[in-house]
């Protein structure tokens, strides 16, 4: 059955850039209704298990610092067919091939600074959204 809930994560290039508001303001507009919201910051071993997935891959000492550096928003959202549908508009992970007016291609600077996160899966949703947010705040 298909999920319609996704997690993202406004990341720290974007929070420190203020694009925030105008970020949330797309995911809103593109029919994702917000569940559960956190304005927070990740220590390195906190970011390190959320994408302990990448542990292997070249980049994963950069993402993990990355993703430290700053405050970030965290959130649920919540729309028909959510993941895939906000995949698509949130664009290509390098925002040089990102499709234009996805928010990506409006607020990125490149693959490793790319302004938002959104969950591959329904699985990795719930995951994602549990590392964050306690039972009570999703309801
Ligand atoms: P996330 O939403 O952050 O998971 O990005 P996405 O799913 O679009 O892309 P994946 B493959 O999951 O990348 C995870 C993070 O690793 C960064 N990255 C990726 C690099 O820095 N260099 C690379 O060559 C690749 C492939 C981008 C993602 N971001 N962050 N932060
Ligand atoms: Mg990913």
Redesign the pocket.
Known sequence: MMSNRTFTMV?PDATGKGYTGAILDQMIKGGFAIKAMKWTRLTPEQAGEF?AI?KERP?YG??VE??SSGPIVAAILEKENAVADFRKLIGA?NPAQAEEGTIRKNFASS??E?AV??S?SDENAIIEGSFFFSGLERF
């Open positions: 990341k994408y990448h980049f950069e993402l990355f993703m992970t693959v490793g790319n996160h959104g591959d």
